[in-house]
């Protein structure tokens, strides 16, 4: 390779590897879609990404969910996958929600456990309606008990971890 175009291509090779490690809130687009709106949620973000890779055997996706200062609409607020970040909750995960009870529902076609599990601070105080949400593959649970009990040892897991609501944003 020629030393011009090294030139050229090694600053852009930084810039696009460089933006792979700024937190998802950063890589939001410009323009929302309405069923968005704009988080920042870094250090819930840090806890729920070291879940997902503690326990990548065990769920294939996670998400934490809840009302942001400011904020009257419940969203996921951190995610292993950036691009939910933001997204509104839907109606039945509002519904599971308001039930404050841990609930699992068998997507036979994903072959998956779909769990949301309420989630609270350390203190067992509300960090504005908490909802953990996760996927644990059949594969890795072999009824729908084994798959609760791993959902809610992370959750409990993720819990500790959490000082306060306000620790969420930080």
């Not at 992370?154 to 959490?162: A, F, G």
Request: glycine letters at 6%; a positive charge.
């Amino acid at each position: 390779m020629n030393s011009q175009r090294f030139r050229f291509l090694c600053p852009a090779i930084v810039l696009f590897s460089a933006a792979a490690f700024l937190p998802s809130s950063a890589q939001q687009p410009q323009t929302l879609p309405s069923n968005y709106i704009r988080v920042s949620a870094p250090y819930a973000e840090k806890i729920v990404v070291a879940a997902m890779k503690r326990h990548s055997s065990q769920i294939q996706k996670i998400g934490l969910h809840a009302v942001p200062p400011q904020a009257s609409d419940n969203v996921i607020i951190a995610s292993n996958l950036p691009e939910k970040i933001g997204k509104k909750n839907s109606a039945s995960d509002m519904e599971i929600l308001a039930a404050g009870k841990p609930h699992l529902l068998r997507d036979e076609k994903g072959k998956f456990f779909d769990l949301a599990i309420p989630v609270h601070d350390k203190a067992g105080r509300d960090i504005g309606g908490g909802l953990l949400v996760m996927e644990v593959p059949y594969a890795d649970a072999a009824s729908e008990s084994e798959a609760m009990h791993i959902g809610l040892a992370i959750r409990d897991e993720l819990q500790r971890q959490i000082p306060s609501k306000e620790s969420l944003y930080r």
